[in-house]
């Protein structure tokens, strides 16, 4: 029935889903649909564009018949727009982004189960070859990267932070000026490109992050005009990279 392996059509479906629901759809479609929602032509466009992707990777990927292939494109076309409907009703945001693209890659992981018999061995067969010890280390040093480790950058430097005077008008004007949390998740990327970086070898790319990072600092502490706080910006900073360089290291140890 089909001229490709189960996991390459799999591949080929969730390729086919980011090409239509990033590609293709303009962002005059997407401004529609938030506005007009149901009544949005641009919705149903966009529905039948992703299920004319099915329908062409099912044609070209197996032997079905051109009418079986219609039929689940256009399946997935309803499929596609009820979950993109739901998703315009509840709200935007990056929680409901993520759960609509959670059913949609969901929807095509069912299809692949169901059009190949082998599917699940296939997912078997692949999950034996993983390493799971060495899978395990690399998320725990990421999980670290993010909230453990500001933590232990808080405790390091909580002897200091203490002793630290900052005029509270001034203090109020910089909080107003700032994203909130922008710097934790700062710290969070900073550290998870640090670590990536690492355990690929890209030294380089290492330094590019520092030193971008210290262009920002730089024009923070100009504005500071306070020693103590420079001292204390600068100290965090050091911990931060620290924690990521000596986590890459001993991980990329171990693991070779």
Not at 96 to 115: M, N, T
Not at 152 to 180: C, F, H, M, R, T
Not at 191 to 214: C, D, E, H, W
Request: with cysteine.
């Amino acid at each position: 029935m089909f001229q490709l392996d189960g996991l390459p059509v799999l591949l080929m479906l969730l390729l086919g889903h980011v090409i239509g629901d990033f590609f293709l759809q303009p962002n005059s479609w997407v401004k529609d649909k938030n506005t007009r929602q149901g009544r949005s032509r641009f919705l149903y466009y966009h529905a039948l564009v992703h299920g004319a992707i099915v329908m062409a990777i099912l044609s070209c990927a197996s032997t079905m018949s051109v009418l079986a292939s219609l039929l689940i494109g256009l399946l997935f076309a309803f499929i596609h727009g009820v979950i993109d409907y739901a998703k315009i009703k509840v709200g935007r945001g990056f929680k409901w982004f993520l759960i609509d693209q959670l059913l949609h890659v969901s929807s095509l992981v069912l299809l692949w189960f169901y059009l190949f018999d082998n599917a699940f061995q296939q997912i078997i067969t692949l999950g034996n070859e993983l390493d799971y010890s060495a899978a395990l280390l690399v998320t725990l040093a990421y999980v670290m990267m993010l909230k453990p480790a500001s933590i232990i950058i808080g405790e390091i430097l909580s002897k200091w932070s203490a002793d630290l005077e900052v005029d509270v008008s001034d203090s109020q004007n910089k909080k107003a000026q700032s994203l909130p949390n922008a710097g934790q998740y700062l710290g969070y990327l900073e550290r998870v490109l640090v670590l990536t970086f690492i355990l690929n070898g890209q030294y380089t790319a290492v330094g590019f992050v520092l030193a971008a990072k210290s262009i920002f600092r730089m024009g923070d502490l100009r504005e500071a005009h306070d020693r103590k706080f420079t001292e204390y910006v600068m100290l965090g900073s050091l911990f931060s990279v620290s924690i990521a360089l000596f986590t890459g290291f001993v991980l990329a140890k171990l693991l070779s």
